[in-house]
């Protein structure tokens, strides 16, 4: 019998800054406030979310610490690094707050040697009468602190009054990235008991620490925030939580609402669930086709339909010139969700012409989700509405896929989060695009793909704030196929003049018609530039036309086959002028082989910023080469009697292969893969496991054929055996 499969993907991560605090900006009077849902019946304090599943999980944001002094926002991890979410409830009747709290680390650091405060764990914080006026509770007052280090159900880190508590972690150590899940019920002063509308003071913090014994970018504190605000006002100068612990952080607020539950079935009216729905709502969509143009003018609504490949939520505009969703102007509904819709903007016109949507969605509130939707047909698929800059702050777009539109995603608030996306086959415009920027505000652009763009560059960008542009994949394919489509620009331009700081590292940049970066004004510019790690190739003009910048600074690139020069050869030492040797470009696939020169070819600590990377080095490009393994146990009722490290099977093998080990006793196991060169390819296993029979899974689809060699280690045993990939 089985009883679970881990996945385990391996990736290159970084991290932004986004910090938190009561308001977005004072003057926009916009309230930093999250929700605990009503429950009919008090939840069994196990660690797992059995009575969990309808109350929808929160979202933490990255607030990380500057790690290299220079004032300015790291960028946002990818989530297999580090990730956190939550669920928050009450129950009527009881003066209990229940949390349900997640997160997923690339490694759990928890030894009892060190300060509690550089360990893996968190920091729950609350005001019960809403009546302190910062986050760090007072010697007087009755807001109080509970920490907890994962794994621990005794809190730790405790500040304020006495209170009570349960707690019951859940932790999957096995797996990579690791995830725990803590269950909490913290008893409030008896004269709290939650009803309708009831507000505390609150805010949750999740930290990421490492080993702490070096410099290293693998070893720094970080923190998880529930808003991405980063406003501290003209006199508080200091950035993440290098200004935490100086009592600069601001209480938000977590309000107690029903949940409620608006379902839409096919061949009904969505406008008419938003009419009658409350703050706080979640709207539930069928599978089905609905033609509407939807305004949302109340806060914190969620709109979520279904999107799979055999069931889809359409949503089509009835007004092809209007928004097919309008979120309200002037931050009069913040906090909107909308998940897992399939939005269509064509239909056939007379000749067969595609007759095109305007716009998918209009927003013009602040804290806005789009997670998870499919854009096609629209000339602008996702757009700020007409307010000024200083609205519509703090926008999220991820995991989007936007396919054969004119225009890609248009956003230049700031703050806004533009990750995992997928802009396909779009004819006009821009992929991404983030123009205007305030200064001392950020944006930040990383894990998207841009592929086969007919318009303009992947992703054009400018203002005075601050950019990260990191770990995208920026394709056009076609120019490497000769099919004569010489549409789509540059792969990153910024030829703004106003000033911003840009760091553009890891991007894979490929069979653009003109460069592969074009950077600085034409006459006059004095933006900042700090670029590495960034393969470019097969480009028809130049790898980087730079042109008046305030400064450039670029390192570590590989370029190869760009018509107008390899310019890195030239603008930095610590360069590769190679065939970064592709998986298989003309079948579309432009990560690299483990035989690839990009391959540990990169900086590994670029500016100070938290980058975890496979092997000896961080790789040059947008993909990092890894192993995808997974792991299960065999449950049975026999202990194994003594140490066993099994012959995979089958062998030889092509692409996956499986590999068991039996340990009789409680320890921790490692369990590493090398090349007949005797270098290490990756680690399938580290961690404690108990007495038992695992299986691991190993796929060396990106691996060459050839023999490699796999070692089991632990504090009692050790063996190697040999293994065939054949392709």
Known sequence: MKSKILLIAMFISIPILLSAQTYIDPGLNVEAKVFAYKLNNTPTIDGLSTEWENIPWQKLYFLDKDYNSDGLADPIPSR????????????????VLYMLVNLKDDRFHNPDSVNWYNIDGMEIRIDPFD??????????????????TIGENNASGVEGPTFNYTAAWNVNSNSFPKEATLEVAIVLPQSVIPVENYIMGFMLYLSDNDDLQDNSPKDKDAVLAPWPQRYYGATQTKIGI??????IYYWGNIECISLNVINVASGGSIQTAVNTATEGSIIKIAAGTFTENIVIDKPYIQLVGILTETDTTKLLPADANQPVIKISNDDVAPGVRIQNIGFFGWSSGQGGEVVYGNKGIEIGSALTEVVGNYFTGFERPIIKSDVDDTKAYAQVFEDNHLYKCKGGINFNTPNTIMRYNVVEENTGGYGLESKGLLAENAVDIGYNTVFNHHGECAVGYGGSGVFTVHHNMFVRSEQLYGSGDTSGDDGIENQDAGGSTDYIYNNTIVGWKSDGMQLGGSSTGTSKYYIRNNLIAHCKGKDYDIRT?????IDYGLSFNNNGGNLISTLGTHSVVSDPSFTNEFEDDFTILSSSPAVDAGLAEPFGFKVMYLDNGLDIGAYETGIVVSVEEEINSEIPTGYVLGQNYPNPFNPVTTINFSIPQSTKVTMRVYNVLGQL?????????????????????????????????????????KMILVK
């Open 80 to 95: 297999y690094d580090f990730e956190g979410k939550y669920k928050a409830a009450w129950v009527a009747g009881t003066n």
């Open 131 to 148: 009546s302190e006026a910062a986050g760090e509770p007072s010697s007087s007052g009755t807001a109080f602190n509970i920490g907890f």
């Open 242 to 247: 290098d200004g935490t612990w100086e009592n």
């Open 549 to 553: 910048t305030g400064s450039y600074d």
């Open 681 to 721: 390819l990756g680690t399938l296993v580290e961690g404690e496991f108990g007495a038992g029979t695992y299986n691991v899974k190993f796929d060396g689809t990106k691996l060459s054929s050839g023999v490699y060699f796999y070692t089991l280690e632990t504090n009692d045993f050790t063996s190697s055996k």
